[in-house]
C-alpha cells in the first residue's frame, strides 16, 4: 500500500501539492472561529454534585449575588484606610455602576478587612456567560476605568476575581505562544542546519508543517462546533508544539530514509518512492498509536481533555497525511538539491557513535538491559511523592499578573476561603415550604466541621423551598485542605438534612473536588484503554503477541521515570505544592503514545534487519547503528520543541513542558536505544511468536531490491544481505 502512495505522489508532485493548497484554502477560509472556556466548572459533566448545586443556585437564587470581578483598594502607602480613602472608594463603586459596562449586572461595595487596610468592590456579571471572552473584555474595561477614577487619590486598586483571571490568562496565553512559537522554530531551523548543513532542508519542514497546521486548526475548529466540544486557551500552545516537534519527526522519518537510498545509488524519485514504502508503515503504525492514545481522551470526565484529545488526534492526522504525501512531493519536486550544499547525501558516513553503541548493545544486552531498566526504576521512585493541585487560574498564569496579586492578597486580609465561599442548598423533596426553625441547628452542625471557619443561613428563595448555608472555610478553595473539607462539609450536609430535605454543596472548592474524583475516573479507564489500543497496534505492525507487552511495559516504566523526575524537580525542589491535576493524564499519553514512536521505528528496523538472515543479537546491534541517528534527531528536537513550553511564564504550562520534554529523551535515548533493543535481543525468536516476522523468507537470503547496498565496512556482516538496509 505505501509503495503505491509513493508512486502516485511521486509520479504527480505537482498535482498533490495543488490539491494540499486548495484544501487548505478551503479549510481555513471556510473554518468557524475556535470559543474559548475557561470556567472550571463547565470541566464537569451534569452528574456531579457541585455541578446540581450550581444549576440549584441558578433556579432558586436567579438573582442572587455573585461576583465575578472584585476591585481591591488599599493605600499607596500601605497603611489603614481613612474616612476620605473611603468617601473615594464609595465614589469609584458609584461611577463604575453608571458605567453600564456590558455583561456588568450589579456593583456594589465589599466588606473592609480586619485590619482596616483594604476594602473591595464587588462585580456581579451574567453568569450565563461566565468564562467566556466577552467577560474578559468587561474585566479589561473595569480594569481600566477603575484605575482611571483612582487618579488623583491616594488608593492603589487591582482587579482580581473570575473574570479578571480570565483575561490575565488570556493574555499570558498569547504570550506564552509567542514564544512557544518562536523558540519552536529557532529549535527545528538550528537543529536540522547542524544535521544536514543544508538550507533548504531546514527551512521546508517549518513551512510544510506551517501549512499543515493551519488545515489542521481549521478542522479542529469544525469538530469543536460539530460535536458541540469546549476549548482552552491552553489547546493552542500545546497544538504548535505537537504539530511542529511530532510534524519534524515523520519529515526526519522520510528524509533519513531518502537520503539512505540515494547514497544507495537509486534515481531520485525511485528513491524517494523506496523510502515511502520502507518507512511508511512505520510512520503510519507511529501515527496511529498517537492518535488512538489521544482519542482515549474522549472518555475523560473532564471537558479540558474531551476537547484536548480529538484536537490532537486531528492534527496527528494531518501530519500524518502529509508525512505520505506533501512532503515526498515536494522534496522529490526538488530533487538531492534538497541537501544543497552538502555533499553528504552521496557518501555514508561511518556513524562511528552509533556503531559503538550497537557492538555494545550486540555483546552485552542482558548488563544493557538491566542498567536502562534501573535508571528507569530509580526514577520511578520519585512517584511515591505525588501531589495533586487544582488551581486552574494560578496554575496558568504567572503568579505576577493582577489578579493572581488580588488574590494572594484577599488570602492575607481576609479569611483564606472568604474569597470563594461554598454554599450549601437546602430543598424539601415534597415541594412544601421548609421548617425554618431547624435552620439554626443545621448551620451549627455545619460550623462544627473540621476545617469551616463560619456557616449561616444567608437567603430563602421566594416559594420557601430551598435555603441557602454560605459555609467560608479556613483554607484557600484551590488547596488540598479546603478539597478535604469540602468533603466533610458534604458528609455532613447529607447526614444532617431534615426528613423532607435533600442538601447539595456548591461553590469551588466544591467544583474541585469533583475535578478530583473525575480524574482518578480517568487513570482507570484512559490509562489501561490507550494501552491496550496502543499494544493491538504494535501487534498488528510487528505480528506478533509478544512484542507489545514488553514494549508497552517499557513505554510504562518510561511514564514513571517521567512523572517521579518531574516531582522531585517542581515539589522537591522548587517547592510546589503539588503538580497540576491533569498532567499524569496529559503526560500519560504523550509518553506513551509519542514515545512508543521511537519504539516502533527501531523495533521495526530490528524486524528489517533479523528478515535479512541476521541472527537476534546481530539485528539489534546493526539497527541501533543504523537507525539510532534518526531516532537521536528526532528525540532531540521532539524534546526541544516540548522543552519551549517552559518558557510560557507558568506552571502549568513549565511543568508539561519538562515532564514531555523529558519523558521523549527517556523515550528516545534509553528506552528505543538500549531498553528496547536489549530485550528483544535477550528473547530472541520468541519475541515474534507466533508471526515469526523476523524470519528471512528463505534462510540466509537478503531481501533485494530495497535499494540500499552496503558499506564497506559492513562487507563482513552483509555478504550474505547484497540489500543492507540502512535508515
Not at 719 to 724: F, Q
Request: proline share 4%; hydrophobic share 50%.
Amino acid at each position: 500500500m505505501f509503495r503505491r502512495i509513493g508512486n502516485a505522489v511521486v509520479r504527480h508532485p505537482i498535482w498533490t501539492i495543488v490539491a494540499w493548497l486548495i484544501a487548505a484554502v478551503a479549510i481555513v477560509a471556510t473554518a468557524p472561529s475556535l470559543p474559548s472556556n475557561s470556567d472550571e466548572s463547565s470541566f464537569l459533566p451534569k452528574s456531579y454534585e457541585s455541578i446540581k448545586a450550581a444549576d440549584l443556585q441558578q433556579k432558586a437564587f436567579p438573582s442572587a449575588f455573585t461576583p465575578s470581578a472584585i476591585a481591591l483598594y488599599q493605600r499607596t502607602d500601605g497603611g489603614k484606610l481613612t474616612a476620605a480613602d473611603q468617601k473615594d472608594v464609595a465614589r469609584i463603586t458609584t461611577e463604575l455602576g453608571k458605567k453600564h459596562i456590558d455583561q456588568v449586572q450589579k456593583v456594589v461595595p465589599g466588606p473592609p478587612s480586619k485590619d482596616g487596610k483594604y476594602t473591595m468592590t464587588l462585580v456581579q456579571m451574567d453568569s450565563k456567560n461566565a468564562g467566556q471572552p466577552k467577560q474578559a473584555d468587561a474585566a479589561k474595561e473595569l480594569r481600566e476605568q477603575a484605575k482611571e477614577l483612582a487618579k488623583g487619590t491616594h488608593l492603589d486598586v487591582k482587579l482580581g476575581g473570575s473574570a479578571a483571571q480570565a483575561l490575565d490568562q488570556q493574555d499570558s496565553s498569547k504570550r506564552g505562544e509567542a514564544l512557544i512559537g518562536i523558540g519552536t522554530f529557532v529549535i527545528i531551523l538550528v537543529t536540522l542546519l547542524i544535521i544536514f548543513r543544508a538550507p533548504i532542508l531546514a527551512v521546508l519542514p517549518l513551512v510544510l508543517i506551517g501549512l499543515v497546521s493551519a488545515v489542521a486548526n481549521g478542522l479542529i475548529a469544525y469538530a469543536t462546533k460539530l460535536f458541540g466540544l469546549q476549548a482552552n486557551s491552553s489547546i493552542s500552545s500545546i497544538l504548535i508544539v505537537v504539530l511542529f516537534g511530532v510534524g519534524t519527526d515523520y519529515f526526519l522519518f522520510l528524509i533519513f530514509r531518502y537520503r539512505e537510498s540515494l547514497r544507495a545509488g537509486d534515481e531520485p524519485k525511485q528513491a524517494m518512492i523506496n523510502a515511502v514504502d520502507r518507512v511508511g508503515e512505520a510512520i503510519a503504525s507511529a501515527a496511529g498509536a498517537v492518535i488512538i492514545a489521544f482519542l482515549a481522551l474522549v472518555l475523560s470526565t473532564l471537558g479540558f481533555l474531551k476537547q484536548m484529545g480529538p484536537a490532537l488526534a486531528i492534527a496527528v492526522g494531518a501530519t500524518l497525511v502529509a508525512g505520505l504525501t506533501l512532503i515526498p512531493a515536494v522534496v522529490s519536486l526538488i530533487g538531492p538539491k534538497v541537501f544543497w550544499p552538502s555533499k553528504s547525501w552521496q557518501k555514508e558516513p561511518q556513524n562511528a557513535r552509533f556503531a559503538a553503541l550497537g557492538r555494545g548493545v550486540q555483546r552485552r544486552p542482558a548488563l544493557t538491559a538491566v542498567v536502562s531498566g534501573l535508571v528507569l526504576l530509580i526514577l520511578s521512585i520519585g512517584t511515591l511523592g505525588y501531589k495533586a493541585t487544582f488551581d486552574l487560574a494560578s496554575g496558568s498564569m504567572p503568579k505576577t499578573k493582577e489578579s493572581m496579586v488580588v488574590q494572594d492578597e484577599m488570602q492575607k486580609a481576609y479569611s483564606a476561603g472568604a474569597a470563594a465561599p461554598t454554599d450549601v442548598y437546602l430543598s424539601s423533596t415534597d415541594g412544601k415550604q421548609l421548617d425554618g426553625s431547624r435552620f439554626k441547628e443545621y448551620a451549627r452542625k455545619l460550623g462544627e466541621v473540621d476545617g469551616v471557619a463560619s456557616a449561616r443561613m444567608t437567603q430563602l428563595n421566594k416559594e420557601g423551598t430551598t435555603a441557602d448555608f454560605t459555609v467560608t472555610l479556613k483554607y484557600e478553595a484551590s488547596t488540598d485542605k479546603a478539597i478535604d473539607a469540602v468533603g466533610r462539609v458534604r458528609d455532613v450536609a447529607h447526614s444532617a438534612a431534615p426528613d423532607g430535605t435533600e442538601a447539595v454543596v456548591g461553590g469551588m472548592s466544591s467544583i474541585y473536588k469533583d475535578i478530583d474524583a473525575a480524574v482518578n475516573h480517568d487513570y482507570r479507564t484512559v490509562f489501561p484503554v490507550a494501552a491496550l489500543l496502543i499494544m493491538i497496534i504494535l501487534g498488528l505492525l510487528l505480528r506478533s503477541v509478544v512484542a507489545p507487552w514488553y514494549l508497552i511495559a517499557s513505554v510504562g516504566l518510561g511514564f514513571g521515570a517521567t512523572l517521579g523526575a518531574t516531582v522531585w524537580i517542581f515539589q522537591d525542589a522548587q517547592g510546589h505544592s503539588g503538580l497540576m491535576f491533569m498532567l499524569p493524564v496529559i503526560m500519560y499519553l504523550f509518553v506513551v503514545a509519542i514515545g512508543t514512536d521511537y519504539n516502533i521505528l527501531m523495533i521495526a528496523r530490528l524486524r528489517e534487519e533479523a528478515r535479512a538472515g541476521r541472527e537476534p543479537r546481530e539485528a539489534a546491534g546493526m539497527a541501533l547503528r543504523h537507525a539510532g541517528p534518526t531516532v537521536a534527531a528526532a528525540g532531540f528536537i521532539l524534546a526541544a520543541t516540548f522543552a519551549t513550553m517552559m518558557l510560557a511564564g507558568n506552571s502549568l504550562l513549565s511543568e508539561m513542558g519538562f515532564a514531555v520534554s523529558f519523558g521523549i529523551v527517556v523515550a528516545a535515548f534509553v528506552m528505543a536505544m538500549f531498553f528496547t533493543p536489549s530485550l528483544t535481543a535477550l528473547i530472541g525468536h520468541a519475541a515474534w511468536w507466533p508471526g515469526h516476522g523476523d524470519r528471512a523468507e528463505t534462510p540466509g537470503a537478503s531481501a533485494a531490491g530495497s535499494g540500499t547496498v552496503p558499506r564497506e565496512e559492513d562487507r563482513d556482516t552483509t555478504a550474505h544481505d547484497p540489500a543492507g538496509r540502512r535508515g
